[in-house]
């Protein structure tokens, strides 16, 4: 089962920051927060992942508070092609290639 | 530099045919895992395979299995083929188990069983 909880929808207005929150009160130590995303029909695709301290990179930004209960995806000035289904996963790093994926959020941004 | 690509995109098959799909990983990734997507059960782990042996299994019937070759290719294949097989099925390769490194996932097959 995801140890994740996400709203299952939000909106957001193009140009504006959209902030995706993320629930993983059980995650351990050794567990990575993860973003992804997938656009209709297409392969997820990666966002960006953290450990402990907040991340930033060409595409989003991810705070996670600092007890690593929650995290937060931040689009700083969302488009239109951002309209995706956004998935939280927190996996350790060992676990290779296997992601457990939850409902996710779908994110819709209007113009 | 290429991505994953998987081989055929779109594909029909009839209840109890088998079926074979393929995905070519990102150059010098060494691990591909495989995911099988509907609606009503979203994204499932299949299987991942590493330097030909699969390293992790989801809960799939044995009617799901895969292989990888020693050029990191991999195929999976479905046997007898139900109704409820119908979905898009995902590869995604990433560099190797171990590290924190993204997976990076290609187009899909959408399989459609009538």
């Known amino acids: 089962d995801a140890k994740t909880t996400q709203p299952p929808s939000m909106d957001c207005a193009e140009g504006r920051a959209a902030n995706l929150p993320c629930n993983h009160s059980?995650?351990?130590?050794?567990?990575?927060v993860y973003w992804y995303r997938q656009i209709h029909s297409q392969g997820p695709q990666y966002i960006i992942h953290?450990?402990?301290n907040n991340e930033t990179n060409e595409m989003a930004s991810l705070i996670i508070t600092e007890d690593r209960k929650s995290s937060t995806l931040i689009l700083p000035h969302a488009t239109l092609r951002d309209t995706a289904v956004y998935y939280c996963?927190?996996?350790?790093?060992?676990?290779?290639?296997?992601?457990?994926f939850g409902q996710g959020t779908e994110l819709s941004v209007k113009p | 530099k290429a991505g994953v690509t998987q081989t055929p995109r779109y594909l029909i098959k009839t209840r109890g045919q088998q079926v074979t799909l393929s995905c070519s990983p990102i150059?010098?990734?060494?691990?591909v895992s495989w995911y099988q997507q509907t609606p009503g059960q979203g994204l499932q782990f299949l299987f991942e395979?590493?330097?030909?042996?699969?390293?992790n299994k989801g809960n799939f019937p044995g009617r799901f299995s895969g292989r990888q070759f020693s050029n990191s290719r991999s195929e999976m294949n479905v046997s007898t083929l139900e109704l409820g097989d119908s979905a898009l099925y995902l590869c995604?390769?990433?560099?190797?188990?171990?590290?924190?490194?993204?997976?990076?996932f290609g187009q899909g097959t959408r399989l459609t069983v009538v």
């Open positions: 395979y590493f330097s030909e042996t699969q390293r």
């Open positions: 996963i927190v996996r350790v790093r060992n676990q290779g290639g296997k992601l457990i």
């Open positions: 059980t995650i351990s130590g050794n567990e990575y």
């Open positions: 995604a390769s990433s560099l190797a188990p171990g590290a924190p490194t993204e997976a990076f």
């Open positions: 150059s010098g990734h060494r691990s």
């Open positions: 953290g450990l402990k």
